[in-house]
């Protein structure tokens, strides 16, 4: 038995099982809006990614947000995803560890 309950979760990119606080958690509002929720504060239905670029594309290739929100993510979102992602990472790059 371990001492600490960590809740963990699955990337959508790579299937990695981690810390949910490793991750990034994306919340999708249907039917067009997309948030990046690096608090866990958004309310709706998360999806998990890596902070890494590959996960991000593999997820996008692979249309596992489709799939993470059991319904149709149209391509806008996926730009909106892309752009603050990338923007994220950037910010990131420093204390990243
Ligand atoms: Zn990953």
Redesign the pocket.
Known sequence: MKGKHIPERT??????KQSKYA?WRIVFHAPDRIVLDRKYREPGRGAY??P?R??LE?ALKRRALHRAYRTQVPAACYEQLKEAFYEALKENTVDAR
């Open positions: 990337c959508i990119g790579c299937g990695t991750m990614l890596c890494k590959d996960c593999n």
